[in-house]
């Protein structure tokens, strides 16, 4: 059965739709069969791996409708990667999803039917804390707070975490914070190292070993509807998401890599 991980976080710009897409790229890459949901109307995810939002059957029919999601997963250029397609109409679902009889668990009950034919299913949620994301967060094994490492990099995050705790007590039990994910890291800059040193003393254990740097290529990878290991596989942000999926393929005890073996060496890179 896959495990499903959530990708939140209310603020926006802080790599949701980036880290969706690289780690599901990356975990195919793995020989992972991963399916990425795009639960966020702006349908960046749909478009980043190269579909058309626009002309693509999406996630509003699973939700509003009760279509079946194997009807509408696309497969993408990326090995082992498939996608259920998001559309701008998403804006409307949550309100016409407000007066349905378990309206927080329209998004579990849709997964349930085909998360035995993915290893991972990853969902990219919107930057906000509305019902549609509530459903990703009642879905989900585990979620994944990408942080930005810049000066608000903790504004927010303790409404998120007092989301997640709600919907722990009240809508899924089983829940838990797969890591907080430190992204857009300049080596350059004295207050992106004082962001990390503040967000793992705040967070210790929470926080992944693994951060991801500004890389000019993973702004470059979705304009050509591509995974930044498809596009670039030599790139940093290719090394980083690499070592971010087999940091978690480790923590979920799904793969057998050698400690010292754990991480992708970036020598060349820095």
């Given at each position: 059965m896959g495990k499903i991980i959530a990708i939140a976080n209310q603020k926006g710009g802080v790599g949701k739709t980036t880290t969706a897409i690289n780690l599901g790229g990356s975990l195919g890459v793995l020989e992972y069969k991963t399916l990425i949901v795009d639960a966020d109307?702006?349908?960046n995810a749909t478009s980043g791996v190269g579909l058309d939002p626009k002309n693509t059957k999406n996630i509003y029919e699973c939700l509003i409708n009760g279509t079946d999601p194997s009807e509408l997963i696309r497969?993408?250029?990326?090995?082992?990667?498939?996608?259920?397609?998001?559309?701008?109409?998403?804006?409307?679902?949550?309100?016409?999803?407000?007066?349905?009889?378990n309206r927080e668990h329209m998004m579990r009950l849709a997964l349930k039917k085909i998360r035995e034919n993915f290893d991972f299913i990853i969902i990219d949620c919107s930057p906000s804390l509305g019902l549609i994301t509530v459903n990703a967060l009642t879905a989900a094994d585990s979620v994944v707070v990408p942080v930005q490492c810049e000066y608000f990099a903790l504004e927010g995050l303790g409404k998120l975490l007092n989301t997640?705790?709600?919907?722990?007590?009240?809508?899924?039990?089983?829940?838990?914070?797969?890591?907080?994910?430190?992204?857009?890291?300049?080596?350059?800059?004295?207050?992106a190292n004082q962001?990390?040193?503040e967000v793992k003393t705040h967070f210790q254990e929470l926080v992944f070993d693994t951060i991801i740097h500004r890389n000019t290529k993973l702004g470059e990878a979705p304009s050509h509807g591509e995974t930044i290991i498809m596009h670039d596989a030599a790139s940093k942000g290719s090394v980083n998401y690499l070592n971010l999926a087999r940091e978690i393929l480790q923590n979920n005890n799904a793969t057998k890599i050698n400690s010292e073996d754990k991480k992708i060496s970036l020598e060349n890179e820095l």
């Amino acid at each position: 059965m896959g495990k499903i991980i959530a990708i939140a976080n209310q603020k926006g710009g802080v790599g949701k739709t980036t880290t969706a897409i690289n780690l599901g790229g990356s975990l195919g890459v793995l020989e992972y069969k991963t399916l990425i949901v795009d639960a966020d109307p702006q349908a960046n995810a749909t478009s980043g791996v190269g579909l058309d939002p626009k002309n693509t059957k999406n996630i509003y029919e699973c939700l509003i409708n009760g279509t079946d999601p194997s009807e509408l997963i696309r497969e993408t250029e990326n090995p082992n990667l498939y996608i259920l397609p998001s559309h701008i109409d998403l804006v409307g679902a949550e309100l016409e999803m407000i007066n349905m009889p378990n309206r927080e668990h329209m998004m579990r009950l849709a997964l349930k039917k085909i998360r035995e034919n993915f290893d991972f299913i990853i969902i990219d949620c919107s930057p906000s804390l509305g019902l549609i994301t509530v459903n990703a967060l009642t879905a989900a094994d585990s979620v994944v707070v990408p942080v930005q490492c810049e000066y608000f990099a903790l504004e927010g995050l303790g409404k998120l975490l007092n989301t997640i705790k709600i919907v722990q007590g009240r809508l899924n039990t089983e829940l838990e914070i797969e890591g907080i994910l430190l992204t857009m890291y300049d080596t350059r800059l004295r207050l992106a190292n004082q962001v990390v040193d503040e967000v793992k003393t705040h967070f210790q254990e929470l926080v992944f070993d693994t951060i991801i740097h500004r890389n000019t290529k993973l702004g470059e990878a979705p304009s050509h509807g591509e995974t930044i290991i498809m596009h670039d596989a030599a790139s940093k942000g290719s090394v980083n998401y690499l070592n971010l999926a087999r940091e978690i393929l480790q923590n979920n005890n799904a793969t057998k890599i050698n400690s010292e073996d754990k991480k992708i060496s970036l020598e060349n890179e820095l």
